[in-house]
């Protein structure tokens, strides 16, 4: 069975550049994350989707982040423009239920370089 | 907020055995603990969940005492390949919705 597919694995952009991430979840899986991972920290929630509906976008910074999962499936996180400090690993992760004793599927993440 | 303390890093030899602690003081009584292990330049895996006294699978065991504030992964027999990074996990609910908080997670690093 395929896991959670991201794309790209790198991307280098300079700052105030647009950059896009794509996740396809493990078939099935209603729920989807995208998380950030500094280096050397654990990652953090930037939004939650349950199908097609964001459930938790709290911790996403609204003014430059965007996110989609139009039919419930993929996904794709936008950054616009990109600021140095957005250097980081975007993993996706999707889970087939919500929930505290859900299992979180992660990918490998895309590693964005900001210029 | 719930928040975790794991140590930082730990350094093991192979063959032994690898306890981890982590301290979450304000875990809701209804709430889970969960462990993932990193490697670099890969996702978080799922290793282990319990919520009280003992879990165990085929790659560790989970201790849980009485009172939930702690909570210790035990990984047998470790090898080179358990170098990696373990985040211990439990749940946040005050945005009004479940989510984990991952926290810096410990640096197991296994020696030959």
């Known amino acids: 069975e395929a896991g959670v597919v991201q794309s790209p694995r790198y991307k280098i952009i300079e700052k105030k550049q647009p950059v896009a991430f794509w996740c396809n979840p493990i078939s099935g899986h209603n729920t989807l994350y995208w998380y950030r991972q500094n280096l050397g920290q654990g990652p953090e929630l930037l939004i939650r989707y349950e199908n097609e509906e964001a459930v938790d976008d709290s911790q996403l910074p609204k003014d430059r982040f965007s996110a989609e999962r139009l039919k419930g499936v993929d996904s794709t996180l936008k950054i616009q423009p990109a600021e140095l400090g957005d250097s980081a690993v975007y993993l996706c992760a999707s889970s087939e239920r919500q929930g505290r004793y859900n299992e979180q599927f992660f990918g490998p993440g895309t590693r964005l370089t900001v210029l | 907020l719930a928040k975790t303390t794991q140590p930082i890093s730990m350094d093991s030899y192979e063959g032994q055995e690898v306890n981890i602690t982590c301290s979450h003081n304000?875990?809701?009584?209804?709430?889970?603990i969960t462990w993932y292990q990193q490697f670099p330049s890969q996702g978080p895996r799922f290793i282990i969940q319990g919520y009280k006294t003992k879990v165990t699978n085929e790659v560790a065991s989970l201790f849980i005492p009485a009172d939930r504030k702690s909570s210790t992964l035990s990984l047998p027999r470790v090898s080179l390949s358990d170098t990696a990074v373990y985040y211990c996990?439990?749940?946040?609910?005050?945005?009004?919705?479940?989510?984990?908080?991952f926290g810096t997670g410990t640096r197991l690093k296994v020696l030959a």
């Open positions: 996990l439990v749940g946040d609910e005050t945005s009004g919705t479940y989510k984990y908080i």
């Open positions: 304000n875990i809701a009584t209804n709430d889970y």
